[in-house]
């Protein structure tokens, strides 16, 4: 048997079923999400607490090692490349925080392979034993450093006069070449300290991202603009049709041009009747009705609406200007028609041109699917 609430309908226990799978499903992704990046923060932690290396590493390889000097990591496969003409490249930072996107294995555009061999990560240099020669970049000489965030290519300048050079890696390997090379950089200013630091914040911000579950829908909570497919965008559609119709009867004052009704008039001398307009008195002529005017829109926020238009709800959220929403209460997608995968998102409230609402305000990627960004909801 079905179930049925106190008014005898089961359309309100579909509409609570439907919501909590939907949230239950956003829910999950938002958190997989979420925990996979935790879980690569926490690994790049572990890893720069105990990245040590030593002299013993580097035996059997064809590099001489000065007596302070120790060998960090080795990588087998690596591509030397080269720029004849590029920019002045950025100074070497401690950025340590994780890439977002994958790597694309292409080389980019006015990069040439010159050479190939093994990558070596010492305490004071990077070098590639190549089968063509050694090419050493020492930290105390150089000068700019860049990741190719769409390629693995990593180029690197230096004090002398020679083409801005780098590495072409593997793109499974690139990312942990690049952070490696950023704590064996720190090691030789004597900052791995601020390394980890780094890392410290950027896992205590993480953690505050960490997505709520999602409270569970009942069929009381169900409106009845639910059970109308569409919901509230195809009634307003109805209402706003509702009111245009009339108005454009009205307008269109589809009266006879030419006055009054024919009627016919006594034989003439020719014998045929002949269809004449009764002619109306001047002071009783009838007017055409005067065409309904209409009021200008009062602005937002100078009405008695208190949400500026905002649908109703009693989380206090609007469009009348406030405070950015980045933590919106869970039950949100009960007032507000949410995007899919709501709950992924990180940045505040906004509300998309389409009606929607997404919680990626401050995104170059807000909204894009649903015709960009309207407005922004405060509290």
């Known amino acids: 048997m079905a179930k049925t609430d106190s008014t005898g309908s089961t359309w309100r226990y579909r509409w609570a079923h439907r919501q909590n799978v939907r949230r239950v499903s956003t829910y999950r992704g938002a958190e997989t999400a979420w925990r996979r990046r935790d879980d690569e923060l926490r690994r790049l932690r572990a890893l720069a607490a105990d990245f040590q290396g030593s002299a013993a590493a580097g035996d059997g390889l064809p590099l001489e090692l000065a007596a302070d000097e120790v060998v960090?990591?080795?990588?087998?496969?690596a591509q030397?490349?080269?720029?004849?003409?590029?920019?002045?490249?950025?100074a070497p930072d401690l950025t340590v925080a994780p890439s977002t996107g994958p790597l694309r294995p292409r080389r980019p555009d006015g990069v040439r392979v010159t050479d190939a061999g093994m990558a070596v990560i010492t305490s004071r240099r990077l070098v590639l034993l190549g089968g063509r020669g050694r090419r050493d970049w020492a930290y105390g000489r150089m000068t700019g450093l860049a990741h190719d965030p769409?390629?693995?290519?990593?180029?690197i300048q230096v004090l002398d006069r020679r083409p801005t050079a780098g590495l072409l890696l593997p793109t499974d390997a690139a990312p942990d070449f690049r952070f490696k090379l950023t704590l064996a950089f720190a090691d030789a200013i004597e900052q791995r300290a601020a390394v980890l630091a780094q890392l410290d914040e950027l896992i205590a911000e993480h953690a505050q991202l960490k997505p709520f579950r999602p409270a569970v829908a009942t069929p009381g909570q169900a409106r009845l603009t639910s059970f109308v497919p569409g919901g509230r965008r195809s009634i307003a559609v109805?209402?706003?049709?509702?009111?245009?119709?009339p108005a454009a009867l009205i307008e269109s004052d589809p009266s006879d041009p030419t006055g009054g009704p024919e009627v016919a008039a006594a034989a003439t001398p020719s014998g045929e009747p002949v269809l004449v307009r009764p002619v109306a008195p001047a002071l009783t002529r009838a007017t055409p009705p005067a065409k309904p005017t209409t009021s200008p829109r009062?602005?937002?926020?100078?009405?008695?609406d208190p949400r500026c238009g905002a649908p109703d709800n009693p989380l206090g959220y609007g469009f009348c200007g406030g405070t950015r929403i980045r933590r919106p209460a869970a039950e949100v997608c009960d007032w507000f028609d949410c995007v899919p995968q709501f709950w992924a998102g990180r940045g505040y409230l906004v509300q998309c041109r389409d009606g929607s609402?997404?919680?990626?305000g401050g995104s170059a990627k807000a909204c894009a699917a649903h015709r960009g960004v309207r407005r922004t909801i405060t509290k």
């Open 72 to 77: 960090l990591w080795v990588l087998p496969a």
């Open 80 to 90: 030397l490349v080269e720029v004849r003409h590029t920019p002045v490249l950025p």
């Open 150 to 155: 769409a390629s693995p290519v990593t180029l």
């Open 238 to 245: 109805a209402a706003a049709l509702a009111l245009l119709v």
């Open 298 to 304: 009062p602005a937002p926020g100078r009405t008695g």
């Open 357 to 360: 609402v997404s919680l990626a």
